[in-house]
């Protein structure tokens, strides 16, 4: 599915909840939103199941779920985009040069008990 596709839980003014599907965009109406979902969000297999029904069927699905807890959240808002790293950068960005010169291990400290001085 390319458009988007809500279905959007609405209280009427006499307090009935009523079922609606909207595509490609929601209208505003003089009635409170309950719930809305983004069926074209979905995986496929739930986006069948969800066009499946008719507007009786949906709210039927959609108490049995609140009810039972297990409703899907509410997904219009568009997932969170990376956002590219800002300031500097922060890690292991400079290694030390090597020396030109052959590394030798130093030479060993004298020990104490046999130390002379040199002459």
Known sequence: MSEPIYLVIERSASGQEIACLYYDRMFGRASKRVY???IDRLP????????SKSSGELLDVYRWLR???TL???N???PPR???RQGRE????????????????PEPL???ATWEPRK
């Open 72 to 74: 899907p959240p509410s």
């Open 90 to 105: 922060l890690g292991n960005w400079w290694t030390p040069p090597v020396p030109p010169w052959p590394q030798q291990p």
């Open 67 to 69: 009810d039972e807890g």
């Open 36 to 38: 809305t979902l983004r």
């Open 76 to 78: 219009l808002a568009d």
């Open 44 to 51: 496929p297999d739930q986006q069948q199941f969800w066009m």
């Open 110 to 112: 004298p020990d104490a």
């Open 82 to 84: 990376e956002k590219p």
